[in-house]
């Protein structure tokens, strides 16, 4: 089982969508980078992981026991 699954994730900000139906997964012992222009849902991608924020649409699982940290792009 994956670590962290996406299944059809939809995110949008106003009429933007960022995620557009993604479908993503993490698997154990992987290493994964996130690279793309700025505005493109790299950040966002990252807070739904960390459950700092909720897709509109589609379906987010966490393999169970699984302890994820999130350090901001912007300090608060």
Same mark, same amino acid.
Do not use: W
């Given at each position: ?9 939809? +995110? ?6 960022? +995620? ?10 992987? #290493? %994964? @980078?996130? %690279?793309? #222009? ?10 739904? %992981? ?11 699982? #966490?393999?169970? @026991?699984?302890? %994820? ?8």
């Amino acid at each position: 089982m994956a670590l962290i699954s996406f299944n059809q994730v939809f +995110l949008a900000y106003g009429h933007v969508a960022l +995620l557009d139906h993604c479908d993503f997964a993490v698997e154990e012992q992987e #290493r %994964i @980078g996130l %690279i793309g #222009r700025n505005g493109t849902g790299k950040s966002s991608m990252l807070k739904i %992981i960390a459950k700092l924020e909720k897709p509109d649409d589609g379906e987010v699982q #966490r393999q169970l @026991g699984i302890q %994820i940290a999130y350090v901001a792009q912007e300090p608060y």
